[in-house]
């Protein structure tokens, strides 16, 4: 499965095309970082992949359509599945991907 383009087309639209901001293909689906950490993805799994901050986990995992994402058998508490059900309205959208940014410009930037 590949990742919804036009869930891609969507994020690139809300998302704030700072020179800090880049795409990459990762994971099978397409990935929008910030200074290089990754903050959300369109996922090859359907959805949304945002990464978070762990102390918010728990409480988002609460949250209808939100599931932890599993990579190699391992659970990763900070990076969150958004069912494209809880993304319809891009309002919503638009409150995971400022969460999946604000949380990506709170780390040290990767080294090029």
Do not use: C, H
């Not at 998302?15 to 099978?28: A, L, N, Q």
């Not at 990464?51 to 209808?64: F, G, H, K, M, N």
């Not at 400022?98 to 090029?112: C, F, H, M, T, W």
């Amino acid at each position: 499965m590949t990742y919804d383009k036009v869930l891609a087309d969507r994020i690139r639209e809300l998302i704030d095309p700072t020179p800090d901001v880049s795409e990459k293909k990762m994971f099978g689906g397409l990935a929008f970082l910030i200074n290089g950490n990754m903050a959300v993805a369109a996922s090859r799994k359907g959805g949304l992949l945002v990464r978070v901050d762990p102390e918010e986990s728990t409480t988002l995992l609460a949250r209808e359509y939100v599931g932890t994402m599993v990579m190699g058998g391992r659970e990763m508490t900070n990076w969150l599945l958004v069912d494209g059900a809880a993304v319809v309205e891009d309002a919503a959208l638009d409150e995971w991907i400022d969460r999946g940014v604000s949380y990506a410009r709170s780390l040290p930037p990767k080294q090029k």
